[in-house]
T-cell receptor, first 114, second 113 residues
Framework: EPEVTQTPSHQVTQMGQEVILRCVPISNHLYFYWYRQILGQKVEFLVSFYNNEISEKSEIFDDQFSVERPDGSNFTLKIRSTKLEDSAMYFC????????????FGPGTRLLVL | AQSVTQLDSQVPVFEEAPVELRCNYSSSVSVYLFWYVQYPNQGLQLLLKYLSGSTLVKGINGFEAEFNKSQTSFHLRKPSVHISDTAEYFC???????????FGGGTRVLVKP
């Protein structure tokens, strides 16, 4: 069964450093998403991406964040200058229908900012 | 704005006993409802979804949920749990014509032998 994959599974970085989280969505999917879950809090939507542009973003997704689909398979989330409060589990998801179809999630990347 | 409330943060249950996880939602527009499960050290896996039609929805692993529009609820049930059902369960919604999931806080289910 096709699945979403994410790398790395864990990342530790110093405050102020740039990080790039990588995702490989399911191959025929057209819509891509990033969510995050700070420890002990709800899973929160960050951004959705379709047709090579952001379709929706939350208030969390400020100028420090960016997303890109650099090739036909990868979908990345970049945090330009990490803050302590960026420490969280980051989930990538993809779907093949804008509303009705399920969003399929990857296993997540646990980011720790020191 | 939409919101999802999971009334129980933790539910301990004995093996082979039934379990019900409660989920209430708030929305002024039509929504679609989902239950996801997260096993230890894994991602979110869809259990079931309600889009329209029959209000009783059956999912994987013997789970089912009932959509109740008047009570704005979407409770998840399983008649007999296994040790392997130990996980965290998330209720979520998408508003119609939207594309972002809004999650509840999750319910940790611990199945005891």
């Amino acid at each position: 069964e096709p699945e979403v994959t994410q790398t790395p599974s864990h990342q530790v970085t110093q405050m102020g450093q740039e990080v790039i989280l990588r995702c490989v969505p399911i191959s025929n999917h057209l819509y891509f998403y990033w969510y995050r879950q700070i420890l002990g809090q709800k899973v929160e939507f960050l951004v959705s991406f379709y047709n090579n542009e952001i379709s929706e973003k939350s208030e969390i997704f400020d100028d420090q964040f960016s997303v890109e689909r650099p090739d036909g398979s990868n979908f990345t989330l970049k945090i330009r200058s990490t803050k302590l409060e960026d420490s969280a589990m980051y989930f990538c998801a993809s779907s093949d229908d804008r509303v009705q179809e399920t969003q399929y999630f990857g296993p997540g990347t646990r980011l720790l900012v020191l | 704005a939409q919101s999802v409330t999971q009334l129980d943060s933790q539910v301990p249950v004995f093996e082979e006993a039934p379990v019900e996880l409660r989920c209430n939602y708030s929305s002024s527009v039509s929504v679609y409802l989902f239950w996801y499960v997260q096993y230890p050290n894994q991602g979110l896996q869809l259990l079931l979804k309600y889009l329209s039609g029959s209000t009783l929805v059956k999912g994987i692993n013997g789970f089912e949920a009932e959509f109740n529009k008047s009570q704005t609820s979407f409770h998840l049930r399983k008649p007999s749990v296994h040790i392997s059902d130990t996980a965290e369960y998330f209720c979520a919604l998408i508003k119609a014509a939207g594309n972002k999931l809004t999650f509840g806080g999750g319910t940790r289910v611990l199945v005891k032998p």
